[in-house]
C-alpha cells in the first residue's frame, strides 16, 4: 500500500514546482528606454507597451533612462530581477555598437542581456542637398566628394552612432574623405543638411521621407536589401554599384540576465503578439520601420554578426565615440 501510494504521489510531487510556480505577469511591468523620451527606441517602446497592457490585463509602463549612449539604462536593467517585470527597448548602438566603439564599456551585451526579440528594422538613405550637391547618382556623388575633399561634409545623430557608422563603411568602400559634423540627434541632423550647412547625409527612411517627399532632398541609394515601396525608383546600395553594402537601423527587447526559460518564451510571445497587432504594425509601417519579430535565438545570431562587422568598420576608420 505504501509503495502504490508513493508511486501515485510522485508525479504530482514532481509537478508541484511548476504548478506553483506563479504566472507571468501577477503584476504591473516596466519597459526601459535608456533615451530620451520622442526618440525611435520610445516611439516603438511605447507603442510595445500600450499594446502589451491591454493584452496581459496588467500595467506596462515605459521609464527613460537616458546617458551615456545607452549604457545608464542598461546597466538598471541588468541590476534588476531577472523575474521579467524589468524589461528594455533600445536600439542597435546598446545590443552592438557601443561593445565596438568603447573598449571599456561598463557592460556585456552578449553575456549580461537576456535577448528577447529584434523588434524592427529600417533601412538608411543616401541623401544629398541638391543646392549644394547637384550629384543625382552615386558615381556622381563619388565624383563631387572627389573633386571637393576640402569642402565635403556629412551630418549625423551623434559620434558612433548607426548613420555615422553607415558613412564610414560608405567613405571606406568609395575611398572618399568626407568631414563629419555630429550632432545631438537626428532632427538638427537633418536641420543641417536641409540649410546646406552640410552636402549630404544618411538618414532613417521613415525620418527623411517628407525632405524627400518634398524635393527637399535627393535620395541617391538605399542600403536595404531590395527597393522600398515607398521609394520605388531609388536602387539599392549594391544596384548603385557598392557591394555588401545591406544596413538597417534596427531595435530590440531584452531582459536582466538570467530569465528562465520558461519565462523568456512568455515574455518572447507577448512581445511578438504587440509587434505583430495591427494597430502597432500599421503605426510602424507609418514611420517607415518593417516588424522582425525574430526568435531570441534568431536575435542572439544576428546581433553577434553585427557587433563583428561594426568592430571591423570602426577599427578600419580608427573611430571613436568622441
Do not use: C, K
Request: net charge positive; glycine share 10%.
Amino acid at each position: 500500500m505504501r509503495r502504490r501510494t508513493f508511486l501515485a504521489a510522485g508525479p504530482a510531487l514532481l509537478a508541484a514546482p511548476a504548478i506553483a510556480q506563479p504566472e507571468w505577469p501577477s503584476r504591473g511591468v516596466t519597459v526601459i528606454v535608456p533615451f530620451a523620451p520622442g526618440s525611435s527606441s520610445d516611439i516603438i517602446g511605447r507603442a510595445m507597451a500600450q499594446q502589451m497592457q491591454q493584452a496581459l490585463g496588467r500595467t506596462v509602463v515605459v521609464e527613460n533612462r537616458p546617458g551615456a549612449t545607452g549604457e545608464v539604462g542598461t546597466r538598471q536593467l541588468i541590476r534588476s530581477a531577472p523575474d521579467g517585470y524589468t524589461l528594455m527597448h533600445a536600439p542597435l548602438s546598446v545590443f552592438a555598437i557601443n561593445v565596438a566603439l568603447r573598449p571599456n564599456l561598463g557592460y556585456d551585451p552578449l553575456t549580461q542581456l537576456t535577448r528577447v526579440t529584434q523588434t524592427v528594422r529600417t533601412p538608411n538613405v543616401l541623401v544629398v542637398n541638391p543646392a549644394v550637391l547637384p550629384a543625382t547618382d552615386l558615381p556622381g556623388v563619388v565624383a563631387w566628394l572627389r573633386a571637393n575633399a576640402r569642402a565635403a561634409s556629412y551630418s549625423t545623430s551623434g559620434a558612433g552612432s548607426s548613420d555615422h557608422l553607415t558613412m564610414e563603411m560608405f567613405r571606406q568602400a568609395t575611398g572618399t574623405d568626407i568631414t563629419h559634423i555630429p550632432f545631438q540627434g537626428g532632427a538638427p541632423a537633418v536641420t543641417a543638411l536641409l540649410q546646406g550647412s552640410v552636402q549630404l547625409s544618411f538618414q532613417n527612411l521613415g525620418s527623411i521621407m517628407p525632405h524627400i517627399a518634398e524635393g527637399r532632398v535627393r535620395p541617391i541609394l538605399i542600403t536595404s536589401e531590395a527597393r522600398s515601396p515607398l521609394l520605388p525608383d531609388v536602387p539599392t546600395a549594391g544596384e548603385a554599384g557598392l557591394a555588401d553594402f545591406v544596413v538597417y537601423s534596427w531595435q530590440g527587447f531584452a531582459g536582466p540576465p538570467g530569465m528562465a526559460p520558461e519565462l523568456l518564451a512568455r515574455v518572447h510571445g507577448a512581445a511578438v503578439a504587440a509587434l505583430r497587432a495591427p494597430p502597432v504594425a500599421t503605426r510602424l509601417g507609418e514611420l517607415g520601420f518593417e516588424v522582425v519579430a525574430s526568435t531570441p535565438a534568431q536575435f542572439a545570431a544576428f546581433q553577434q554578426g553585427e557587433i563583428e562587422r561594426w568592430r571591423r568598420v570602426v577599427r578600419a576608420g580608427n573611430i571613436t565615440a568622441d
